[in-house]
Protein backbone atom coordinates (compact mmCIF):
# COMPACT_ATOMS: atom_id res chain seq x y z
CA UNK A 1 0.00 0.00 0.00
CA UNK A 2 1.12 3.29 -0.84
CA UNK A 3 1.85 6.29 2.08
CA UNK A 4 -0.29 8.68 0.26
CA UNK A 5 -2.99 7.76 -1.82
CA UNK A 6 -4.83 10.10 -4.44
CA UNK A 7 -7.90 9.47 -7.32
CA UNK A 8 -6.07 10.07 -10.25
CA UNK A 9 -8.87 11.28 -11.77
CA UNK A 10 -9.30 14.08 -14.49
CA UNK A 11 -12.45 15.49 -12.34
CA UNK A 12 -14.26 17.31 -15.06
CA UNK A 13 -16.61 20.10 -13.65
CA UNK A 14 -17.76 23.22 -15.10
CA UNK A 15 -16.94 26.88 -13.97
CA UNK A 16 -18.70 27.67 -10.93
CA UNK A 17 -18.98 24.12 -9.33
CA UNK A 18 -17.93 23.26 -6.12
CA UNK A 19 -15.22 19.75 -6.10
CA UNK A 20 -13.78 18.41 -3.55
CA UNK A 21 -10.75 15.63 -3.98
CA UNK A 22 -9.53 13.45 -0.47
CA UNK A 23 -6.23 11.90 0.11
CA UNK A 24 -5.69 9.32 2.31
CA UNK A 25 -2.06 8.43 4.26
CA UNK A 26 -0.96 5.24 5.51
CA UNK A 27 1.61 6.22 8.97
CA UNK A 28 -0.51 7.50 11.60
CA UNK A 29 2.61 9.36 12.98
CA UNK A 30 2.35 11.59 9.56
CA UNK A 31 2.55 15.33 11.01
CA UNK A 32 2.23 17.63 8.62
CA UNK A 33 -0.04 17.92 5.80
CA UNK A 34 0.10 20.33 2.09
CA UNK A 35 -1.48 20.29 -1.23
CA UNK A 36 0.07 21.20 -3.67
CA UNK A 37 -0.86 22.66 -7.39
CA UNK A 38 1.49 21.54 -10.35
CA UNK A 39 0.66 22.59 -13.92
CA UNK A 40 0.99 21.16 -16.61
CA UNK A 41 5.14 20.41 -17.22
CA UNK A 42 5.88 23.06 -14.57
CA UNK A 43 6.93 22.48 -10.83
CA UNK A 44 4.49 22.05 -7.66
CA UNK A 45 4.13 24.83 -5.71
CA UNK A 46 2.10 24.90 -2.56
CA UNK A 47 -1.27 25.97 -2.78
CA UNK A 48 -1.80 25.33 1.27
CA UNK A 49 -1.24 24.08 4.29
CA UNK A 50 -3.86 21.52 6.13
CA UNK A 51 -4.20 22.83 9.82
CA UNK A 52 -5.80 19.89 12.40
CA UNK A 53 -8.79 22.49 12.59
CA UNK A 54 -9.25 23.20 9.35
CA UNK A 55 -8.30 26.08 7.35
CA UNK A 56 -9.88 28.19 4.27
CA UNK A 57 -8.01 30.51 2.07
CA UNK A 58 -10.77 31.65 -0.40
CA UNK A 59 -12.56 29.62 -2.54
CA UNK A 60 -10.12 26.60 -1.14
CA UNK A 61 -11.08 24.86 1.91
CA UNK A 62 -8.29 22.36 3.46
CA UNK A 63 -9.36 19.74 6.44
CA UNK A 64 -7.63 16.95 7.91
CA UNK A 65 -9.40 13.94 9.76
CA UNK A 66 -6.89 12.42 11.91
CA UNK A 67 -9.25 9.08 12.84
CA UNK A 68 -9.52 8.08 9.71
CA UNK A 69 -6.37 8.85 8.02
CA UNK A 70 -7.08 11.21 5.17
CA UNK A 71 -7.25 15.14 4.14
CA UNK A 72 -9.57 16.60 2.11
CA UNK A 73 -9.41 19.56 -0.58
CA UNK A 74 -12.86 21.72 -0.95
CA UNK A 75 -12.93 23.95 -4.23
CA UNK A 76 -15.57 26.68 -4.55
CA UNK A 77 -16.47 28.20 -7.64
CA UNK A 78 -13.92 26.74 -9.58
CA UNK A 79 -12.66 28.68 -12.37
CA UNK A 80 -10.84 27.97 -15.57
CA UNK A 81 -7.87 28.66 -13.88
CA UNK A 82 -8.40 26.15 -11.04
CA UNK A 83 -7.33 23.38 -14.01
CA UNK A 84 -3.99 21.64 -12.61
CA UNK A 85 -3.06 18.51 -10.63
CA UNK A 86 -3.70 18.83 -7.05
CA UNK A 87 -1.19 17.02 -5.07
CA UNK A 88 -1.41 15.60 -1.40
CA UNK A 89 1.46 16.06 0.46
CA UNK A 90 2.48 14.39 4.32
CA UNK A 91 5.34 14.75 6.19
CA UNK A 92 5.93 11.80 9.30
CA UNK A 93 6.72 12.81 12.70
CA UNK A 94 10.46 12.41 13.82
CA UNK A 95 13.21 11.08 11.27
CA UNK A 96 14.09 13.15 8.38
CA UNK A 97 10.70 15.01 7.35
CA UNK A 98 10.78 14.03 4.01
CA UNK A 99 7.53 15.45 2.37
CA UNK A 100 5.83 12.68 0.84
CA UNK A 101 3.82 13.21 -2.71
CA UNK A 102 0.68 11.51 -3.61
CA UNK A 103 0.70 10.91 -7.30
CA UNK A 104 -2.22 14.12 -7.75
CA UNK A 105 -5.41 14.25 -9.04
CA UNK A 106 -6.06 16.14 -12.17
CA UNK A 107 -8.59 18.65 -12.12
CA UNK A 108 -9.87 20.25 -15.39
CA UNK A 109 -12.44 23.17 -15.36
CA UNK A 110 -14.68 23.81 -18.11
CA UNK A 111 -16.95 26.38 -19.30
CA UNK B 1 17.94 35.01 -4.39
CA UNK B 2 14.34 34.73 -5.64
CA UNK B 3 13.69 30.64 -5.46
CA UNK B 4 15.36 27.36 -6.12
CA UNK B 5 17.13 27.41 -9.49
CA UNK B 6 18.23 24.28 -11.52
CA UNK B 7 19.85 24.09 -14.56
CA UNK B 8 19.80 23.21 -16.78
CA UNK B 9 16.22 22.87 -17.55
CA UNK B 10 16.41 20.14 -20.68
CA UNK B 11 19.33 17.39 -21.30
CA UNK B 12 19.17 15.24 -24.13
CA UNK B 13 21.47 12.07 -23.65
CA UNK B 14 22.51 8.74 -25.46
CA UNK B 15 22.18 5.56 -23.10
CA UNK B 16 24.88 4.95 -21.62
CA UNK B 17 26.41 7.99 -21.01
CA UNK B 18 26.82 10.42 -17.68
CA UNK B 19 25.15 13.65 -16.81
CA UNK B 20 25.08 15.86 -13.94
CA UNK B 21 22.25 17.89 -12.71
CA UNK B 22 22.85 21.15 -10.76
CA UNK B 23 20.70 22.62 -7.67
CA UNK B 24 20.60 25.96 -6.29
CA UNK B 25 18.55 25.82 -3.26
CA UNK B 26 17.23 29.05 -1.60
CA UNK B 27 20.06 30.73 0.25
CA UNK B 28 18.89 30.14 4.16
CA UNK B 29 17.56 26.46 3.44
CA UNK B 30 19.56 23.95 5.02
CA UNK B 31 17.25 20.76 3.78
CA UNK B 32 17.72 19.88 0.24
CA UNK B 33 15.80 17.38 -1.33
CA UNK B 34 16.28 15.66 -4.88
CA UNK B 35 12.80 14.00 -6.47
CA UNK B 36 11.90 12.22 -9.62
CA UNK B 37 8.74 12.64 -11.63
CA UNK B 38 7.11 10.95 -14.44
CA UNK B 39 3.87 11.13 -16.37
CA UNK B 40 1.27 10.87 -14.18
CA UNK B 41 2.70 10.45 -11.25
CA UNK B 42 3.94 12.55 -8.51
CA UNK B 43 6.96 13.29 -7.28
CA UNK B 44 9.32 10.24 -6.11
CA UNK B 45 11.65 10.73 -3.30
CA UNK B 46 15.35 10.13 -3.96
CA UNK B 47 17.65 11.71 -1.65
CA UNK B 48 17.34 14.43 1.65
CA UNK B 49 20.26 16.37 2.84
CA UNK B 50 20.66 18.34 5.89
CA UNK B 51 24.11 21.18 4.81
CA UNK B 52 26.28 18.95 3.35
CA UNK B 53 25.28 15.49 5.31
CA UNK B 54 23.08 13.30 2.94
CA UNK B 55 21.24 11.41 5.78
CA UNK B 56 18.63 9.77 3.78
CA UNK B 57 18.40 7.84 -0.10
CA UNK B 58 15.50 6.31 -1.33
CA UNK B 59 15.87 2.72 -2.76
CA UNK B 60 15.50 3.95 -6.07
CA UNK B 61 18.74 5.82 -6.30
CA UNK B 62 20.50 2.72 -7.26
CA UNK B 63 24.47 2.70 -7.40
CA UNK B 64 24.45 4.53 -10.96
CA UNK B 65 22.91 7.80 -8.81
CA UNK B 66 25.46 9.93 -6.93
CA UNK B 67 24.06 13.10 -4.89
CA UNK B 68 26.43 15.57 -3.45
CA UNK B 69 26.21 18.80 -1.55
CA UNK B 70 29.62 19.65 -0.69
CA UNK B 71 29.42 22.95 1.31
CA UNK B 72 25.80 23.02 2.22
CA UNK B 73 25.11 24.82 -0.53
CA UNK B 74 24.42 23.68 -3.97
CA UNK B 75 24.04 20.32 -4.92
CA UNK B 76 24.74 17.97 -7.82
CA UNK B 77 22.96 14.90 -8.88
CA UNK B 78 25.04 12.41 -11.16
CA UNK B 79 23.56 9.38 -13.19
CA UNK B 80 25.81 7.27 -14.88
CA UNK B 81 25.47 4.95 -17.37
CA UNK B 82 22.31 5.88 -18.34
CA UNK B 83 19.13 3.91 -19.57
CA UNK B 84 16.10 4.82 -21.04
CA UNK B 85 13.88 4.85 -18.21
CA UNK B 86 15.86 7.21 -16.07
CA UNK B 87 13.96 9.44 -18.35
CA UNK B 88 12.05 11.76 -15.71
CA UNK B 89 11.99 14.89 -14.58
CA UNK B 90 14.17 15.59 -11.90
CA UNK B 91 12.76 17.92 -9.06
CA UNK B 92 14.96 19.57 -6.47
CA UNK B 93 13.17 21.15 -3.51
CA UNK B 94 14.85 23.13 -0.24
CA UNK B 95 13.23 23.86 3.30
CA UNK B 96 14.42 25.83 5.81
CA UNK B 97 13.94 23.58 9.57
CA UNK B 98 12.28 26.56 11.24
CA UNK B 99 10.07 24.36 13.30
CA UNK B 100 10.46 20.91 14.64
CA UNK B 101 8.29 19.65 12.33
CA UNK B 102 8.56 19.97 8.68
CA UNK B 103 7.98 23.35 7.14
CA UNK B 104 6.95 23.54 3.19
CA UNK B 105 8.91 22.89 0.46
CA UNK B 106 10.02 24.94 -2.35
CA UNK B 107 10.63 23.40 -5.48
CA UNK B 108 12.83 24.47 -8.87
CA UNK B 109 11.56 24.34 -12.21
CA UNK B 110 13.23 20.75 -12.57
CA UNK B 111 15.36 19.57 -15.46
CA UNK B 112 14.16 16.70 -17.71
CA UNK B 113 15.93 14.56 -18.66
CA UNK B 114 15.50 12.54 -22.11
CA UNK B 115 17.74 9.15 -22.60
CA UNK B 116 17.85 8.27 -26.42
Known amino acids: RKEVEQD ?7 EGATVAFNCTYSNSASQ ?5 RQDCRKEPK ?16 AQLNRASQYIS ?3 RDSKLSDSATYLCVVIIRGGSYI ?8 LIVHP | DTGVSQ ?5 ITKRGQNVTFRCDPISEHNRLYWYRQT ?11 QNEAQLEKSRLLSDRFSAERPKGSFSTLEIQRTEQGDSAMYLCASSSQTYSDGTEAFFGQGTRLTVV
Open chain 1, 73 to 75: LLI
Open chain 1, 8 to 14: PGPFNVP
Open chain 1, 46 to 61: LLMSVYSSGNEDGRFT
Open chain 2, 7 to 11: NPRHK
Open chain 2, 39 to 49: LGQGPEFLTYF
Open chain 1, 32 to 36: SFFWY
Open chain 1, 99 to 106: PTFGRGTS
